[in-house]
């Protein structure tokens, strides 16, 4: 991590260019617009319907009030913005914000986008949260002690989300919505027809979510596309860590989720292949903005600093957009990024290969 004077001059940096540079992503459509549409929309086909000025700074979680059977279908639709810093422009979409239960337990669920349809297997009151700057200790909803309820203070945002219960049979085509909620409807619809499922033998963390980052190609390659959202994309293994077990892997980045150092918390965006230990540390490998090569720093994250271990592969732009081939000697790598200024002994296995992607 970057010491705290680093990290103010980081600060600095961000600042400027949120003060000089002008914004060029496209918001999600407003809440206030969706809110106005909802409520004005005929809702006549649905069981029961809610609409929910979500709070970022409550703790999960939230009661909608809607009493929920098993074999209910249920749409939500959520739009808006939680925001971690609005004097730097860095906040997290509704799509990977929004998250559903149904009962005092879980399991826990979201959508890989704003918008999602399931079908209830419990019966049970509808709860709603918001998960960052938290994070999730278990699938029934508790947070991890790294994150206790005090983290959410401060948080601001402007979430809203209509939620519409068909009952036993989906009537999400023949809703007759307006406006930004018909733009929902149709983006709903349009997911539905398409639905995605994580690459073969793969899966993703299950308490950041599902995501669509990561899409497998035909010819064996995979192909990652991430903007405004992150995703851990996971697969088992079994191997030995000996003095000689290496990892190796070719990868072509087009572009840098981040501009700037990425050791800090407000700028940690970053590509990586990581390796998972039996010890449940892991080294992620990325290609740094501006680190140098062979930096260690462990993560920024409050909720990942004792687990997680960053080791600089590659840095700047020369070098992207072409494919490069890269082998690196793990048992070495742990002793030196982890074992030795953690003083852990080393690990005997390596569980879990990961491909990570962050750009929020």
């Not at 929910?52 to 009030?65: K, R, V, Y």
């Not at 914000?97 to 826990?108: F, K, L, S, T």
């Not at 085509?173 to 018909?182: L, Y």
Request: glycine share 8%.
């Amino acid at each position: 991590m970057a010491n705290p004077i680093e990290e103010l001059l980081v600060v600095g940096r961000l600042l400027g260019r949120r003060l000089t540079k002008p914004r060029t992503d496209k918001p999600a459509p407003a809440a206030t617009s969706f809110a106005a549409d909802f409520a004005a929309t005929d809702h006549g086909n649905a069981k029961a319907h809610t609409l929910i000025a979500l709070p970022s700074n409550q703790p999960p979680w939230f009661d909608t009030g809607l009493e929920i059977a098993s074999g209910d279908v249920l749409t939500i639709l959520a739009t808006g913005r939680t925001e971690l810093s609005k004097m730097l422009d860095i906040w997290v979409g509704a799509g990977f914000q929004v998250w559903a239960r149904i009962g005092e337990n879980g399991p826990i669920f979201r959508g890989t986008r704003p918008t999602n349809t399931v079908t209830a297997d419990k019966t049970g009151r509808l709860y709603l949260a918001t998960s960052f700057p938290g994070e999730w200790a278990n699938k029934d909803g508790e947070l991890g002690s790294v994150t206790p309820p005090e983290v959410y203070n401060g948080i601001k945002g402007d979430i809203t989300v209509g939620v519409l219960n068909w009952g036993d049979q989906d009537g999400l085509a023949n809703w007759p919505a307006q406006g930004v909620a018909a733009q929902m409807k149709t983006a709903e619809l349009d997911r539905r027809a398409a639905p995605y499922q994580p690459p073969e033998g793969w899966q993703y963390l299950w308490y950041l979510g599902d995501a669509e980052i990561f899409h497998k190609q035909d010819d064996g390659t995979m192909c990652c596309h991430t903007n405004k959202d992150a995703s851990i994309l996971q697969r088992e293994v079994d191997f030995p860590l000996t003095p000689d077990t290496h990892i190796d892997w070719a990868w072509l980045i087009e572009q840098l989720p981040a501009t700037i150092r990425e050791d800090t918390l407000p700028t940690h965006d970053y590509l990586s292949v990581a390796v998972e230990f039996d010890d449940g540390q892991d080294i992620t490998y990325h290609w740094s903005a501006e680190l140098p090569v062979e930096r260690v720093y462990t993560c920024p994250l409050p909720t990942w600093k004792d687990k997680e271990t960053h080791l600089i592969v590659r840095s700047g732009p020369k070098g992207l957009k072409e494919w490069q081939q890269e082998r690196r000697n793990l048992h070495d790598d742990y002793i030196r990024a982890i074992g030795q200024p953690k003083g852990l002994p080393t690990p005997k296995r390596i569980v879990k290969v990961w491909l990570i992607a962050v750009s929020i």
